[in-house]
């Protein structure tokens, strides 16, 4: 049975980027998880074999102990690694590499074995010989420590050679000498044939079932992607032959080409040539909506929304359906969603019924601020520093808070209207635990804004007369602190800070889960700010302004290296960009003509390139917005948070249930 008939002509390559491991004689990629770790194989001049780790654009090497050979074919979003190390006896084994500890795995009966993929739930696809080096290979799914064989009917071999988290492997098989690709999906085997190719192999599905492998025809070796009913080959320019190994759910493919009789390892991003975007409307009367924060695992988007009212609720954006946070709150007309996890953890700041002048919520109603973090309908405060007010920026997957807190100090250099100076806070892990994150040496307060699922946290200190703490963060020293607490100076572009002057100052505004820094700086003379990356090996890099624009700020940054912020021109006019592969781009310029919104500010990009923001509809409303890229460069479907059904609020709260009930013990 042919699965794929229908056949599309090479188009130009996407940008491409080689690795090469120093030294070797060879090098070839085999596998790529949804944070663009690639794992692969390199030879040296010994006739030695060695798996490597290519991650955040470092190279390290992967040895079993004691091995002489070891190859690397599987890798997934935690990091663990798969593969194969043999020794001078020459039998294979097979192995996994979870944080930093090897296991050696081996089917049962089997004489030589490797394992070739791993998917996020851990489930393993191997291939084996019961006879050592017999040529005679097999399958053999390894999940939970259940083992199932799987052989093609009638098959002289079956190879397998990848799985997907919803447990659909791919592989070949061989019968009278012709290897043919298969994907074995819900107990139904499909024939994977190149048209007219002599050899079709398949080895790598991505989470929404598209295929990538090669195939040789008239005696030369292309890669394919398989994906909407279509084969689109992928040849790298000027190689011999060219054949790819794997694909994430973003449309990332890798692998390997020759060229002058050298293999080199080769990662292949798919940019999004476009969005389409999403208006994601506001409460029932309200007129404006900000998102902020969008989750790859749970689709959930946090965010506020104005009422018919007037006043301002935390949200929460779901499938088409618009949450509404705030009841029961703690009093106060005016909340918001600032940050969640993949858990359906949420957290904000909210205000009581209290009145309190130092308007640290920032919407200058005069009312008390707290933060909360809400899960499975409850919305709970956390506490302070003995101080009145506080606020929340974000929680990370191990339900770590960070945000700002007030002391009951006073101190009277602080900015009007506060009076009490304030410091960066982590809540947790345990129920009202609070610890302060210290400022740098000479600085007498603190602003953290993010921190990763490492205990990283980024932000800015200062003192209490030049740090900004409502609408745009800002201190005179942009920091990171390491997951100990200790704070690390991430330096400047030449400038300091003038809270007098809009978003000009420094600071760390996202670290993701690679220790990668952006925020923003300002430049020397403190009157305008740019955009930065910080890495601990280049340090801080300029990301620069849009043409003809005066500032940016970077808000977010994935697990890709993909950054989004602001860019504005000297009048404060904003819009939204996108920063990838060393370039910065209006993330209008993306958009469909007939887009609802014109884009203003990209707030939060999740690993699967999804932008959520706010912009401006033709009326000059403000409403939060979801750009969901449409990678088509070669054919891959693209994912979307949205779906095709009809969710009511009952269907949602039960949801809401089901996640808190998967949320970490102290915090449900």
């Known amino acids: 049975m042919l699965f794929g008939c229908a056949f ?14 120093p030294g070797a004689t060879s090098t070839s990629a085999w596998a790529i998880n949804n944070k663009g770790d690639v794992a692969g194989v390199y030879s040296l001049p010994n006739g030695t074999s060695h798996g490597f780790l290519w991650s955040g654009g470092h190279l390290s090497s992967i040895d079993f102990p004691g091995a002489s050979n070891t190859r690397t074919f599987g890798i997934n979003d ?108 819900n107990g139904k085997t499909t024939t994977i044939d190149f048209p007219s190719a002599t050899f079709t192999g398949t080895y790598g599905i991505s989470a929404s079932g598209d295929l990538v492998g090669r195939y040789t025809l008239n005696g030369v070796t292309h890669g394919y992607v398989y994906s909407g009913g279509k084969f689109t080959p992928i040849d790298i320019p000027g190689s011999t032959a060219t054949a790819v190994s794997a694909l994430n759910s973003v449309g990332d493919i890798v692998g390997r080409y020759t060229s002058n009789g050298i293999s080199h390892a080769f990662v292949m991003n798919s940019p999004a040539a476009s969005y389409t975007i999403t208006d994601l409307g506001t409460l029932p009367g309200g007129s404006f909506s900000q998102a902020v924060q969008g989750n790859t695992d749970n689709g959930l988007i946090a965010g506020l929304s104005g009422t018919a009212g007037g006043d301002t609720h935390a949200v929460l954006w779901q499938f088409g359906q618009t949450i509404d946070l705030a ?137 209490c007369s030049n740090t900004v703490v409502t609408g745009v963060l800002a201190g005179a020293h942009a ?41 923003g700086s300002a430049l020397e003379g403190n009157k305008t700010g740019h955009a930065f990356l910080w890495t601990r090996d280049a340090g801080m890099k300029d990301l620069g302004v849009l043409p003809g624009d005066f500032n940016t700020g970077a808000i977010a940054i994935n697990n890709r290296g993909e950054v989004v912020g602001a860019s504005n021109d000297d009048k404060g006019n904003s819009r939204a960009f996108i920063w990838r592969n060393g370039i910065m781009t209006d993330l209008n310029s993306l958009a469909p003509a007939d887009s609802p919104l014109y884009l203003l500010v990209a707030a939060g990009i999740n690993d699967r390139g999804e932008i959520v923001g706010w912009g401006a509809t033709k009326s000059g409303d403000v409403h939060a917005f979801l750009a969901t890229p449409n990678n088509v460069p070669y054919g891959i479907v693209a994912l979307g948070v949205q779906r095709p059904e009809v969710w009511s609020e009952a269907k949602s709260k039960n949801l809401m249930r089901q996640i808190g009930k998967r949320i970490p013990a102290w915090m449900r």
């Open 479 to 519: 920091v990171l602190w390491d997951s100990d607490g200790t704070p690390f100076d991430l330096g400047s572009l030449g400038g300091t800070v003038d809270p007098s002057l809009f978003a000009v100052g420094n600071r760390g505004t996202y670290i993701n889960n690679r220790g990668e820094v952006v925020g």
């Open 78 to 185: 935690q990091g663990d690694l798969v593969g194969d190390y043999y020794n001078t006896s020459g039998f294979t084994h097979g192995f996994v590499l979870t944080k930093g500890r090897f296991v050696a795995v081996d089917v049962p009966g089997a004489g030589a074995d490797a394992l070739a993929g791993i998917n996020n739930h851990g489930a393993i696809i191997a291939a084996y010989n019961v006879v050592a080096n017999d040529g005679i290979a097999h399958t053999a799914i390894i999940e939970g420590g259940m083992i199932r064989k799987y052989d093609y009917p009638a098959a002289a071999l079956t190879l397998g050679n990848g799985i997907n988290d919803a447990g659909d492997i791919v592989g070949n098989y061989q019968i009278s000498g012709v290897s043919h690709g298969f994907v074995l999906s």
């Open 8 to 21: 599309a002509e090479a188009q130009t390559s996407p940008p491409y980027t080689t690795i090469d491991f």
């Open 327 to 463: 009841t029961p709150a703690f009093g106060g007309p005016n909340s918001a969603a600032v940050g969640l996890n993949s858990w359906g953890a949420v957290v904000g700041q909210a205000e009581t019924a209290e009145h309190d002048e130092e308007d640290f919520c920032g919407d200058g109603s005069g009312f008390r601020c707290v933060p909360f973090v809400w899960q499975n309908g409850i919305m709970s405060q956390l506490p302070t520093l003995g101080g009145p007010n506080g606020v929340v920026d974000t929680v990370n997957n191990s339900g770590l808070i960070v945000g700002i807190a007030q002391t009951a100090a006073r101190d009277s250099s602080c900015i009007p209207p506060r009076t009490h100076p304030y410091q960066g806070v982590v809540w947790g892990p345990a129920p009202g635990q609070i610890r302060v994150l210290r400022p740098l040496p000479g600085d007498t307060v603190s602003l953290p804004f993010w921190i990763n699922d490492s205990g990283q946290a980024v932000g800015a200190s200062g003192l």
